[in-house]
């Protein structure tokens, strides 16, 4: 008991203090634990957000097997759905072409992309012979 000068004596419970203490660790604790959990989610981060140029006209690749080499606005390469970085581009690349001789490629360009990314993977691509290359395009709607 904690003896207050004055007239009245007071008696303090300190213990509802300490447990709201405890809650409130434990509420940050899981709150930052599950938006951890949430941001590296291996689901989350294999969904790559690339925003397609639009063409009026266009026809599919043909073939057996497609890789699809996608570049972000931001500069990174993607194989498959893969993220690599730019130095081992030409290497990934070398090596499905070897397995696959006749191998597509499909370029998934962002359209805020550098060209100089863009310009970079089409040298590689030729360095490499693939002679099956297209672009990816989302089909605009044709004024006539």
């Known amino acids: 008991m904690i003896e207050i000068k004055g007239t009245k004596n007071y008696l303090m419970a300190l213990e509802s203090v300490a447990m709201t203490d405890i809650v409130m660790n434990?509420?940050?604790?899981?709150?930052?634990?599950?938006?951890?959990?949430?941001?590296?989610?291996?689901?989350?981060?294999?969904?790559?957000?690339?925003?397609?140029?639009?063409a009026s006209s266009g026809a599919p690749l043909e073939g057996s097997e497609k890789t699809v080499l996608a570049i972000t606005k931001s500069g990174?390469?993607?194989?498959?759905?893969?993220?690599?970085?730019?130095?081992?581009?030409?290497?990934?690349?070398?090596?499905?072409?070897?397995a696959n001789p006749a191998l597509s490629v499909v370029l998934k360009v962002d359209g805020m992309a550098k060209f100089e990314n863009v310009v970079r993977a089409l040298d590689i691509i030729n360095a490499l012979n693939i002679q099956k290359v297209s672009v990816a395009a989302v089909k605009s709607e044709s004024k006539t």
């Open 26 to 54: 434990m509420f940050i604790f899981f709150f930052i634990s599950f938006s951890l959990v949430y941001t590296f989610n291996p689901n989350i981060i294999s969904k790559l957000e690339i925003r397609l140029p639009k």
């Open 76 to 98: 990174e390469y993607y194989i498959d759905g893969e993220r690599i970085g730019g130095s081992d581009l030409k290497s990934r690349l070398r090596a499905k072409a070897r």
